[in-house]
């Protein structure tokens, strides 16, 4: 009975690791291309524009998407159970937040593929410069109503990062080095750094920036599994001495 819960703590950090990796690997789908001085944001790429870019990874892309944020499910459950049992209220909206996440998680992936299939698709057919104006005002027209989707993520994860500061949930500090918010703050400023100390722009800064929530995620998850099997193990130990 000891250990029940941290062997449900693992087996919902390995499912959550399982979708983290499957939504990255969208990302990566979307992201892993010849990058060009000029190119800028997600989707005003001329390997997107010019056609060259194959429609068919925005479609495994949201398949992978459905798959993983289905999964995410479970990151949002062990980061729940995490957090100290006095503190219901908090866990209860950080819980809400959560599977508010997993619902449209893949609302977000999908149209971000939606961009690079409308740009690769009308590139060649009506000229870089109209499909990226095309573009452009799909993305205007939208933000106003995927951008307040992104609150409910930023505070699953943000509430999970105070409530760990100050020492209110199970993990001790030095698991600090794992959490998702410091991992996507690095895997995201990196390029931006390396951009600002005119290094010059390639493919990996496009892919450690755009995957950097679900991979910041896959950290975490795998890091609080391996964790979670230690302690198990120490307590076996302790019960048999």
């Given at each position: 009975m000891k250990t029940?819960?941290?062997?449900?703590?693992?087996?919902?950090y390995i499912l959550?690791?399982?979708g983290a990796v499957l939504m990255a690997a969208g990302d990566w789908l979307l992201s892993y291309i010849p990058l060009q001085q000029t190119d800028t944001g997600l989707f005003n790429r001329a390997y997107y524009l010019s056609g060259a870019y194959g429609l068919w990874r925005s479609v495994l892309a949201v398949g992978l998407g459905a798959i993983g944020g289905f999964l995410y499910y479970f990151?949002?459950?062990?980061?729940?159970?995490?957090?100290?049992?006095k503190y219901q209220k908090t866990k209860t909206i950080q819980f809400l937040c959560g599977i508010f996440t997993v619902a449209i998680a893949l609302t977000i992936h999908t149209w971000v593929a939606t961009m690079a299939w409308f740009a690769t698709y009308l590139g060649p057919r009506i000229g870089a410069e109209a499909a990226l104006a095309a573009v452009t005002t799909y993305q205007d027209a939208m933000?106003?109503?995927?951008?307040p989707l992104y609150l409910p993520m930023i505070l699953v994860?943000?509430?999970?990062?105070?409530?760990?500061?100050?020492?209110?949930?199970?993990?001790?500090?030095w698991m600090l080095a794992f959490h998702p918010v410091m991992w996507n703050l690095l895997l995201a400023a990196v390029p931006?750094?390396?951009?600002?100390?005119?290094?010059?722009?390639?493919t990996w800064m496009s892919v450690m920036s755009q995957s950097?929530?679900?991979?910041?995620?896959?950290i975490w998850c795998i890091a609080a599994a391996v964790y979670e099997r230690k302690h198990?193990?120490?307590?076996s130990l302790k019960d048999e001495a």
């Open positions: 029940e819960k941290p062997k449900k703590l693992i087996r919902w959550g690791a399982i990151v949002v459950k062990a980061l729940n159970a995490d957090i100290d049992a933000l106003p109503a995927i951008l994860f943000g509430i999970h990062f105070v409530l760990f500061l100050t020492g209110k949930t199970r993990y001790p500090r931006d750094i390396a951009q600002a100390m005119q290094v010059p722009v390639a950097s929530t679900n991979s910041a995620i896959a198990i193990q120490k307590r």
